[in-house]
Structures are given as C-alpha cells and as structure tokens.
C-alpha cells in the first residue's frame, strides 16, 4: 500500500524526523489560503499515488498567493502522466502545499527490502534530487548501500560510515539522530520502501526531508490499522476494490485473455505459460483456495465487465478443494452470470476425473483442455478467433447437416 506523500510526512513527524511546514488543498482558494499562512514561496506539490511528478509538472513554486491559486487551478482536475502511471495517467485531486525550503544542497536516503539478502538495505547517494535509476546508470561510484541485520538493528558504526560518506560530519548528531528515527520507522510500520529523494541540507546547516514516499507491506496491515485507514480509495481501480471487498485478488493488465486460477503462484505460471503461446494476459485473478460458486461468479462478473476480454482461462488446481467441487462451482455461477465469450477450463489434482465428467455432462459450452500447455495455446487462439473456434463452428456445422 502506497502512501501520499503527505500522509507519509505525519507519520514521519510522529518519530521527530524534521519536514517542511505545509497543508493539503483541495481547492484553489485553499492553496491561496495556505500560502498567505505559511508565507511565501510556497511549493504545490501533486498528491497521486506515483513517482516522478517533477518531470511531469505535478510540481510547482509559487511567489505569491495569487501564483499559488493560479497554479492550483492549473493542477486540479489535470491528468499527470508519468513514466510510472503510463499514458492513462491519474488525476489530481489534492495538492500538498509547503512552505519552500532554504535548500544547501541535496542527498537521496532509501531503505529497501532487498531482495537477495533478504534484510533492509540503506541506499543513499550525495546526488540527490535525481531518480536514484539515473544516478546508478551515470555515476554508479556514488551509491552508499548499507544491508542491515534485522536482529541487531542499524549500528553505530554503520550510521557513522552514512554520515561520512555523505559529508554530514558537521551534522554529526541531528544526522545520526534522523538516520535512527528512520530506520525505526522502517521497521515499526511495515515499510517495503522508505525514501527521501531528496533529503536536504538547509543553508543554516540543518537537515530536512522535503520530500518523502512511504509503501506499506499490504501483508501487514492488518496489525497497521492506523496506516490501513490512510488508503486513498480514489486511486484504486473500482474492479480491484471490488475484487478486494470479495475476498479476490484481482490486478487488470493490457491483454484480452481473463484468468482464473486459485493461488498466487498458478496465477504466475497461468500468465507466462499464456505470453509463451503468443496470448497477453488481462488480468491476475485469484479466487483464493477454495474457489467457491460465489467466488467463481464474481470472478466472471469482473472478468467480464472487460470488454477487451475475448477468451477466459480457468486453470484450477485440487488441493484443498476438489475438481468436483470446482466444476459444480463453475457451472452454478454460469446459471448466474451470461457469459457470452469462449470459457477454457483446466482442472488438475484432486478428483480430477470426477470434475471433468461434470464438465462434459454440463448443458454450458466449454473447452476442456488436459494440460496447461494445450490450454494455454487453444485459448490464445480463441482470444484471437483463431483456429480452435473455427475448428468448432465447423465441427457444429456438421453435426446440424
């Protein structure tokens, strides 16, 4: 789960980090408002779910309130497109706006996961303010990367090597005091990234975090209930909320094939299996292990209401639930939801043979593949109206003559 960046700045100042004096607008006449109180300049900020705003104009100084109403009217209701968001974009909604540091100069603070080691990593760099990918590719001997033990926490020495590094000695006791809060905030929320890009050095000498962005282990929120309740459900894709609220996982990609699977790890395979016979996912739809008719049912509606969808691929495995069951579930939710696009079902593991004796008995028209390879072919054909579905047609031509 993806903060706001200044959601992300109160739980920052929770732990004594220091941040820019600011307030969120929603309004044009708020950002006015708000500029005349903090005093001016004043830097609005964007406030979407995505990295490089800068670039992308989501961010801007203004000298004066009637400047900062001016601006804001320009940002609201404006789509910012980034590399991140791709060229549907988001909407802005909301504006940060901040009293506009006195800046000395620019460092780049992140802690990571990583995933290699498996332990938090600090990466830092003297060229902050840049995308830390920029500063890897054009002065790679300018990466600081720290792995912390998880047991033993952020050391001394470690903090010390930080500050050196970075030439924050004259800031030996607030540096080392700010890396320590931070790495506790790392830690006691969850955090999957913690980045300040750019941390700065103010020119009387004090550190600030200008900018901040904080993402939330999704596995952990149900012991962050103070950070669960920040979700800005207005970003949220309204299938994937809907998903969420139904016990689905559900993620909408660019392709025309729906998946079906139970599992996280099925999910994975179902879609490289698919991309290496020459289909593109549209989705990652898990119905979770037991992969019930009310579930199943859902997971059409959703699939479905993609009118890019031309083909549905349900690969199921029996382990905790049967292929009977399953396939008894996949024919109940038919009776509920019209399904008008070719269905390819896959069923391995428990009570297989059972389950695809259902399937052939049923009055619904499926195609019943015997392994994940022939399923993952005959329905990137069926998505491309290819041969399978003809070999069908001709098949029932037949029949009726």
Known sequence: MKLHEYQAKEVLAQYGIPVPEGRVAYFPDDAWMVSMELGLPVVLKAQVLTGGRGKA???????TADEARQYAQELF????????????????RKLLV????????????????????????????????????????????DIIKIPIDPVVGFLPYQIRRLKYDLDLMAQEKEAAKLFSALYKVFVEKDCSLLELNPLVVLKSGHL???DAKMDIDDNALYRRKEIAKMRDLTEA?????????????FIKLQGNIGCMVNGAGLAMTTM??????????????????????????????????DPKVKAIFINIFGGIVRCDKVANGIIQALKTVKVNIPVVIRLTGMNREEGMEILKKASFKFYVANDLKEAAKMVSELAKGGAVEKEKNQKEEKKEK
């Open 208 to 210: 600030l975090a200008v």
């Open 237 to 249: 894709d309204p299938d994937e909320l809907e998903a969420r609220f139904s016990g689905l996982n």
């Open 272 to 305: 490289d299996v698919i991309k290496l016979a020459g289909g593109e996912p549209a989705n990652f739809l898990d119905v979770g292990g037991e992969a019930t008719p009310e579930t199943i049912a859902k997971g059409f509606e959703i699939i479905t209401r």
């Open 77 to 92: 209701g404006k789509k910012l497109v980034t590399k991140q968001t791709g060229p549907e974009g988001v909407v802005i």
């Open 57 to 63: 104009g989501g961010v801007k100084i203004a000298r």
């Open 98 to 141: 901040e009293k506009a540091a006195d800046i000395e100069r620019e460092i780049y603070f992140s802690i990571v996961i990583d995933r290699t080691t498996s332990r938090p990593t600090v990466i830092a760099s003297k060229r902050g303010g840049m995308s830390i990918e920029e500063v890897a590719e054009k002065y790679p001997e």
